[in-house]
Structures are given as structure tokens and as C-alpha cells.
């Protein structure tokens, strides 16, 4: 391996592990920021929001400017907005000033999921399923790190410098990145067809970046799902206290989550990439039948969605890399936004189950995303039997 090719891997993984770290300071910044400023709870939930909206807005203008501008510039261009922004967290006065650096922060989220999964589609030649679990492993990683050291700074410091501290290791890598040389797709062997550089636009008018994109979408909707509206479900169907089981729901699910991307991916080599997907969503709705019909005891059964929710995003993403081979890079950013934007909707649509048929259906509807998963994983088989040509 050469020397570029070790920085790019550096890159690669410190950079995710920079994504988990600092979008989950929110766990110890958002309260804080609502006691700080005086905010109502309507406020707040329109500060969520829009960071919400900013990392699919990003998501969007990232996929289009690395069409237009190659991974490279994409990478650095969130680079210089995850510093802008977090400079603007410590230095801004009054609510909306800080808003809006977290709005940049949050931009710079957007920009690097797109351009992070461009670039492991450069790098991650052999072993993709392997390396993307693992990649995502690092994210899982900074997650976890991620509370116990933004509490402990923001204790001594205050919530600003929770963000501000964090600007030394973005710098490292910024400067990494800048100096080190990135693969131009017309390098790799299977890239060498002669064909013109696909655009995002003809990436979104493509039926196949459509039908990864539902399947995806899916995906998150039954991991993020299960998480977001878990403790609720606890809460209001079985009466268990949220600061204790609910909270140890999403404790270990996040331990079987993270310990799942740093250890199945050898697994997932050997069964085959479909095959794991397979395997990994029966598996989730197995799961969901019986944390269901236990009731109260499925708290303890739940968790365990971690370790095959943990594999769907990194290892689907690798089976499009494969797929689309040489076009992966603006592919796999439009399959990015669009899923994003659907596992939304889905999010909404479950508020709206929770309202209209109770609490209880609303974190049960979840098994049904599970089995169109299963449903979506069988029709992209078939499809996948006709070549991508580019």
C-alpha cells in the first residue's frame, strides 16, 4: 500500500470519528442551549428541525458539487465548514448567531456523508463490505466517546467549548487532507471504459439509484426508527420509567451496534454482501415479532436489533459501489439523499401513527418497514441480475 493510500485510509476513519463525536455533543449541548438562551420547548424543536433540514439540504448541494467538482474539493469544502461553524458556536452572542453556526455545523455534516462515501468507493477496492463496517464502526466510536467529554468540558468550560475543543483534530485532518492526493476515478482498473463523468442529475434520473435509494431509505427508517421512538413506546404502553429502561434500551443497542460494525464485516465477506442483508433484516423482524408479543420483557429483547441494524447501511452502500463500479462516487451521494429524505418522511408518518392509532403502533409499525425491506432486498436481486452500464 502506499503512502497516499495510508492517509487516504487516516482520512478516511478520523473523519468519521470526528462526524459521531461532534454531531453527538448535542446530547449535552441541546439542553444546556435551552437553559443558556431561555428558549421555549416550540423553539426548540424548531432548532432540531432545521439542523435536521441542513444535513439533507447538504446532503443535496454535496452530491451536486461533487459531480460537478470531484471528491476531493467536496471533502475539503466540509472541512472548512465544520471549522467555520464551530468557531461560530464559541464566538456568536444571542440564540440565533448560534443557531446559525450550528447550521453550518450541521451543513458540514451533510457535505461529508456524500463525500466520505465517494471516497470509500475510491479506496475500498477489495473487502468493501469489510472496510465500510469498519468505517462505520468509527462513527459508533465517536458517539460513544462523545458525551462523557463534552459533559466533562462543558462542566469546567461551558457548552461552547465543548464544540471548541474539538477544533485542534479538525485542523489535523483538514491539513491532511490538503496535502495528500486523492485518486482520480480514471485510475482504477474497472473504471476505464471511455465514458463521460456521470452527472448527479443523471444519477437521480437513473431507475436503479431509485430502487438502492427505497431500500436504503427503509433501512434507516427500522434503525433510526427503533431508536428515536423506542423509549416512547416504553414509556407510554408499558409504563417503564425513560430515564432508566428506556435509557438502558438505547444504551445497549448502541453497544451492540457499534461492537456489530467493528466485528461483522469478516463475517459478511465470507456469507456474501446480499446474502448478510438477507440474513440481517429476517433477523430484525424476528426480533421485532418477539420484543412485540413479550410486552414488557421485550426491552430486554429489543436491543439486540443493534446488531443486524448496525450492518445495513455500510453493507448495502457496498453492494452499490460494486454495482455501479466507476459512477459509484455521484450514485451512491444521490442513493445517500434520496433515502435520507424518505427515512424522513417515515419518521413523520410514525408521529402520525402515534397520534391517530396510539402510542403503541407507532414503534410497532416499524416491523412492517422491516418486511419491506425483505420485500425491497428481493426485487433488488432481480434487478441487479441485469448489468449497470454506464
Avoid at 5 to 15: D, E, K, M, N
Avoid at 201 to 209: D, F, I, S
Avoid at 290 to 312: E, S, W
Wanted: hydrophobic share 55%; charged share 10%.
Amino acid at each position: 500500500m502506499t503512502k497516499p493510500s495510508r492517509l487516504l485510509y487516516l482520512i478516511l476513519f478520523g473523519t468519521m470519528f470526528l462526524f459521531g463525536y461532534i454531531e453527538n455533543t448535542k446530547g449535552v449541548s441541546y439542553p444546556l442551549i435551552k437553559a443558556d438562551f431561555g428558549i421555549s420547548w416550540e423553539e426548540q424543536g424548531v432548532l432540531v428541525s432545521v439542523l435536521s433540514f441542513s444535513y439533507v439540504l447538504f446532503c443535496l448541494a454535496g452530491g451536486i458539487f461533487l459531480g460537478s467538482f470531484g471528491v476531493r474539493k467536496a471533502f475539503i469544502a466540509g472541512f472548512i465548514f465544520m471549522i467555520a461553524g464551530l468557531v461560530g458556536v464559541f464566538i456568536l452572542r444571542g440564540f440565533l448567531p448560534a443557531a446559525a453556526a450550528l447550521f453550518v455545523v450541521s451543513a458540514s455534516f451533510g457535505l461529508f456523508e456524500v463525500s466520505m462515501n465517494a471516497l470509500a468507493t475510491q479506496v475500498f477496492i477489495t473487502r468493501t463490505a469489510l472496510l465500510m463496517n469498519i468505517l462505520n464502526f468509527f462513527y459508533g466510536a465517536g458517539s460513544i466517546f462523545s458525551p462523557r467529554a463534552a459533559g466533562t468540558i462543558a462542566a469546567a468550560l461551558g457548552w461552547r467549548s465543548a464544540y471548541l475543543f474539538s477544533i485542534p483534530l479538525v485542523l489535523l485532518f483538514f491539513v491532511i487532507s490538503l496535502f495528500t492526493r486523492f485518486p482520480h476515478p480514471e485510475e482504477r482498473e474497472q473504471e476505464n471504459t471511455g465514458t463521460k463523468k456521470v452527472s448527479f442529475l443523471t444519477a437521480v434520473r437513473t431507475p436503479m439509484v431509485w430502487k438502492f435509494s427505497l431500500v436504503l431509505g427503509l433501512m434507516m427508517a427500522v434503525e433510526i426508527g427503533s431508536v428515536n421512538w423506542g423509549g416512547l413506546y416504553f414509556q407510554e404502553v408499558y409504563h417503564l420509567d425513560p430515564k432508566t429502561r428506556g435509557a438502558a434500551f438505547i444504551s445497549n443497542f448502541y453497544i451492540l451496534f457499534t461492537l456489530s460494525r467493528l466485528l461483522s464485516g469478516f463475517a459478511i465477506e465470507k456469507i456474501g454482501y446480499l446474502r448478510s442483508l438477507f440474513i440481517a433484516a429476517l433477523a430484525a423482524v424476528f426480533i421485532f415479532i418477539l420484543g412485540i408479543v413479550l410486552g414488557p420483557g421485550g426491552v430486554d429483547i429489543l436491543p439486540g436489533l443493534g446488531i443486524f441494524a448496525a450492518i445495513f447501511w455500510p453493507t448495502l452502500m457496498a453492494v452499490a459501489m460494486g454495482y455501479f463500479r466507476g459512477d459509484a462516487p455521484v450514485m451512491t451521494s444521490a442513493i445517500i439523499v434520496i433515502a435520507g429524505t424518505l427515512n424522513s418522511g417515515i419518521q413523520l408518518l410514525i408521529g402520525f401513527i402515534n397520534r391517530l392509532a396510539g402510542p403503541a403502533w407507532g414503534y410497532r409499525s416499524n416491523l412492517f418497514y422491516a418486511l419491506l425491506v425483505v420485500g425491497g432486498l428481493i426485487m433488488l436481486s432481480r434487478c441487479m441480475r441485469r448489468p449497470y452500464k454506464a
